[in-house]
């Protein structure tokens, strides 16, 4: 599918799972990882939901640029996440939620309670317009 696509398309890569300074604990590495995604033709939005999930964008800014890449992940490089971002990205999402207002007040407010904003790492703002509700 991503050979026969053109550069008006958007790829979608979201992993949600266990993660480890080197990459995802399923065994692929962030810097083959990043690699493979700079060959990638056309915008590319990216949700690294996992422990460390920080650790991928070092390796994404040097494969891909910022105005064809979009990165989000819920912990910078140094921490461990207890809870992920997808199902949060995915309410706020259908919803209309901007994602300034979910970084900047760092509370998300759900029927259950506040909690800790999911996105706390944001790269490539672009293509934030097929996540968030434009401003």
Known sequence: MVES???????LLVFHGHGSPDGWENGVDYSLLAHSLSRVQGNLLIVNDTCYGGKLLPFLRFARLPTDTCFLAPWDAEDVSYGGCTRDCVDAWSKGVRIED???????????GDKEVPIQIRWGTDLDHHFYAAA
């Open 5 to 11: 696509a053109s550069t008006a398309d958007v790829l």
């Open 102 to 112: 979910m970084i900047s007040s760092n509370i998300f407010s759900t029927p259950d």
